[in-house]
């Protein structure tokens, strides 16, 4: 499946940003879900995830109580509410999916990536 995503920009910290994924093939329905992110110079990591059709959602320690991350009923999108966002929040977001397994055991399936800078 390919996926889009996007809803990246500059923000200031403290600001919100909601990120979207989407597939131009259909339907992200039975796949596990998530996004990870990579900051200039360190490894990509995982930020969320989410299962189908939603019932659990597992997130990084770094981000717990301030991102949610949510899917439509039907398929289409997978987004990524980003509230009270901190300067180390900057990094490219990428959208994964896998139809087997939760994303943070594996990803099947990379987004394109979107940007994401949070000035202090």
């Known amino acids: 499946v390919q996926l889009q995503a996007f809803g990246g920009g500059v923000v200031q910290a403290g600001g919100f940003l909601r990120l979207s994924c989407a597939t131009s093939?259909?339907?992200?329905?039975?796949?596990?879900m998530g996004w990870f992110r990579q900051a200039p110079g360190k490894e990509r990591e995982f930020v969320a995830e989410i299962s189908w059709p939603g019932r659990n959602k597992n997130y990084a320690g770094s981000v717990k109580g301030r991102f949610a991350i949510a899917r439509d009923n039907i398929g289409h999108t997978v987004d990524l509410q980003m509230n009270s966002l901190k300067p180390e929040d900057t990094g490219i977001y990428y959208c994964?999916?896998?139809?087997?397994?939760?994303?943070?055991?594996?990803?099947?399936?990379w987004g394109q990536g979107t940007q994401v800078t949070v000035s202090s």
């Open positions: 093939e259909g339907t992200l329905a039975y796949y596990y």
């Open positions: 994964a999916a896998n139809r087997a397994m939760p994303v943070s055991n594996g990803v099947a399936f």
